[in-house]
């Protein structure tokens, strides 16, 4: 039985833009940088389709049958 439990490319790469977007729109807000935090925003709301699209490429985890 192959259990990956989300140690996959996909995986690791919506993590990462999740954590990223939101930490730069967290440290804009507190700068009052609007255009910054929407910037961050954008990329934590862009992480699962990033994660969608690599799953569907091929670099998530394999679906049970």
């Known amino acids: 039985m192959d259990n990956n439990h989300g140690h996959t490319v996909a995986a690791w790469v919506t993590t990462i833009l999740a954590i990223v977007g ?3 729109a967290s440290v804009a807000f507190v700068i009052a940088n609007v255009n910054v935090a929407i910037i961050g925003i954008i990329v934590t709301v862009a992480a699962p ?3 969608l699209v690599l799953r569907q490429l091929g670099y998530g985890q394999k ?3």
Do not use: L, P, Y
């Open 22 to 24: 939101s930490t730069v």
């Open 49 to 51: 389709f990033v994660g």
């Open 63 to 65: 679906a049970k049958r």
